[in-house]
Nanobody, 126 residues
Framework: VQLQASGGGLVQPGGSLRLSCAASGFTFEQKPVGWYRQVPGKGREEVICLDNRGLTTYATDSMKGRFTISRDNAKNTVYLELKDLKPEDTAVYYC????????????????????WGRGTLVTVSS
């Protein structure tokens, strides 16, 4: 299984990007998928995920209304739309997927991370 994220780049504050995650050897349809990010020198943090029913979970309230996750089953691709980007969104973004939908406790970020893709760098700077 390989996941490959793409679409990162340099964008000005307030700008938008769409990240893509393509899979080989794995089908995203009805599987939990998500995104993490990591600032160089810091730990990896949760961003957003989509469960097998299509329910979105945001890691923080600041991401609501700015970040959107979606899945295109025909293209077997997961997308992360980033809008109104801020300098603090600068990070390497990683897509993740689970083989099965697991149960999580309330408050948990509901994705385990069976598969991880190589990241794509998003830089928000003027």
């Amino acid at each position: 299984v390989q996941l490959q994220a793409s679409g990162g780049g340099l964008v000005q504050p307030g700008g938008s990007l769409r990240l893509s995650c393509a899979a080989s050897g794995f089908t995203f349809e009805q599987k939990p998928v998500g995104w993490y990010r990591q600032v160089p020198g810091k730990g990896r943090e949760e961003v957003i995920c989509l469960d097998n029913r299509g329910l979105t979970t945001y890691a923080t309230d600041s991401m609501k209304g700015r970040f959107t996750i979606s899945r295109d089953n025909a293209k077997n691709t997961v997308y992360l739309e980033l809008k109104d980007l801020k300098p603090e969104d600068t990070a390497v973004y990683y897509c993740v997927a689970d083989r099965v939908q697991r149960k999580f406790s309330s408050g948990d970020f509901p994705i385990f991370g069976d598969y991880w893709g190589r990241g794509t760098l998003v830089t928000v700077s003027s």
